[in-house]
């Protein structure tokens, strides 16, 4: 069983409320992209895990430990009966070449250090294995997701840690085998112990590059007609409430100035004014968390993302109508 969500990551949020706001250069163009076929492949993973079953074990998904002095990222983490397993996903596409810890494609080295990775973060369990007096195994694999991909080597040692699409789920059905037991429950409790966030995400924009205001989640048009409970996109048509508009604007805040509490005043300024003082502030009590009182208070969202916003005011009085938009 899926022990949590798998959410969108911190840096592909980042990325896509900065391409809203402005020009994104070349680097992170790549870097978006990049980011975006990482969470597509481990959410490809969770898909197919999904259609094999997972009842006989616990997973961990896109989750941080901290053990020791250091943090590791995981993105999937499986628990059986007496052992734990690391699968680190990679949605690597083409003919890939493997030798001496370097990974080539097409002749060229790539910047990748996928096994030494999945060494580190084993080392890290087995570690927590050891000091927390529940001794359990720890194994690994690198899961290649994309049906288009290839690998060669001249390392027999890596086939045994090199899971392919066309075997994964066979290797998946063989993990959920194993019935789950007391212990299973004891491991997947102490490790959410250690579980910690996002450490190492610490992006911030340049407001001075940022376009200001409300924008339309359909085309991304900032040509918006003002109405008493709604704006309407002048380009596309579609309908937006006051209130998911600023919802959107508090995700975009939250990840453009990562870790910064969001003021009214600040919030204010990125909307460029488009809803009246009162409006924010009631709507920032209703959706985030008051950290501080008086002028200087400062909140904290509610939710991980919009997407999660949406979701739980779903059933809002004034409701939104988007017409779908292709250029």
Known sequence: MF?????????????????????????????????????????????????IGHGNVYIFRDVYLK???????????????????????????????YSKDNWYKKGYPLEEYAFAQLRRAQGKLMKLSKNSGVNFEVTGALIFINDDFR??????????????????????????????????????????????????????????????????????SYDLIKRRFHFTCSKCGSIESNEAHLLRAISDYKFLFYNQPVTKKSLLYLIDNQLKRSAVGRLLRKHCVLENKGRSAEHIFKYHDLNAALIATKDQRYKDKITRYSE
């Open 3 to 51: 022990i949590n969500n798998r959410e969108m990551p911190v840096e592909l949020l980042y990325y896509n409320a900065l391409s809203a706001r402005t020009e994104l250069t070349d680097n992170e163009k790549y870097q978006m992209a990049l980011m975006k076929k990482g969470y597509e492949g481990e959410c490809l993973y969770d898909k197919i895990f999904d259609e």
């Open 67 to 97: 053990i020791g002095s250091t943090t590791t990222q995981y993105d999937s983490i499986v628990i059986t009966d007496n052992r734990v397993t690391v699968n680190e996903i990679k949605n690597f596409q083409g003919d890939i070449h």
């Open 151 to 220: 690998i060669t080597s001249d390392k027999d040692d890596i086939w045994e840690k090199t899971i392919v699409r066309s075997h994964l789920r066979g290797y998946l059905q063989n993990l959920n085998s194993v019935q789950k037991s007391d212990k299973a429950q004891k491991i997947a409790n102490i490790i959410n112990k250690y579980r910690v966030n996002n450490i190492y995400f610490n992006e911030k924009a340049d407001i001075s590059r940022l376009k200001l205001g409300f924008y339309c989640s359909e085309c991304r």
